[in-house]
């Protein structure tokens, strides 16, 4: 079946313009991650959905930084005057329920000039 | 969770089994042992899982001591697409969220 899908694949921007990137889950998966993985760094937790929970946004490293998820389907994660330290790869994870395997997207590759 | 070690890498002739291992030693009882990948540029990719038993599906098969304390992951005829890096981590999938954090992983090198 499909997986997790997002776009766009690569961004490109310059330095204080506004970026939305957008996750489709797995259908029927009711846990979305967002997670930022810079250049030959590891993964860092940007925020989490459940189902209607309201979202565990403790990851979030600014509050340039902002996320919204419409029901169980898509999420759009929202950078707002982005500097060039935001430049990284920007992952999308979901899973069935909170307590399941996470499934990773391709990843937006984001690019602040 | 657990604090996991993993060789910083290794290499593998394609078609012959590669065995990933990973030390786990202060793994809780209720943590899960998982894999993952990562090939260049891409996502993360699951691989297995495992809690006490052996696991075994269409990629991998895992292996657990029987004390937890180590896995290893056995890739039974790799080829040259698993060259990759390769992440054991400890999860306990409780409720919350699982805010996943990768360590420095193995680098596999698949070889012809």
């Not at chain 1, 925020?47 to 209607?52: A, E, L, M, S």
Request: overall charge neutral; some cysteine; aromatic content about 8%.
């Amino acid at each position: 079946g499909a997986g997790v899908s997002q776009s766009p694949s690569n961004k490109v921007t310059e330095k204080g313009k506004d970026v939305e990137l957008r996750c489709d889950p797995i259908s029927g998966h009711t846990a979305l991650y967002w997670y930022r993985q810079r250049l030959g760094q590891g993964l860092e937790f940007l925020i989490y959905f459940q189902g209607n929970s309201a979202p565990d946004k403790s990851g979030l490293p600014s509050d340039r930084f902002s996320a919204e998820r419409t029901g169980e389907s898509v999420s759009t994660l929202t950078i707002q005057r982005t500097q060039q330290e935001d430049s990284a790869v920007y992952l999308c994870a979901s899973s069935l329920h909170y307590q399941e395997t996470q499934y990773f997207g391709p990843g937006t590759r984001l690019l602040v000039l | 969770d657990a604090k996991t070690t993993q060789p910083p890498s290794m290499d593998c002739a394609e078609g012959r089994a590669a065995n990933l291992p990973c030390n786990h030693s202060t793994i809780s009882g209720n943590e899960y042992v998982y894999w993952y990948r990562q090939i260049h540029s891409q996502g993360p990719q699951y691989i297995i899982h495992g809690l006490k038993n052996n696991e075994t599906n269409e990629m991998a098969s895992l292996i657990i001591t029987e004390d937890r304390k180590s896995s290893t992951l056995i890739l039974p005829h790799a080829t040259l697409r698993d060259t990759a890096v390769y992440y054991c981590i400890g999860i306990i999938l409780t409720g919350g969220g699982n805010k996943l954090t990768f360590g420095t992983g193995t680098q596999l090198k698949v070889e012809l």
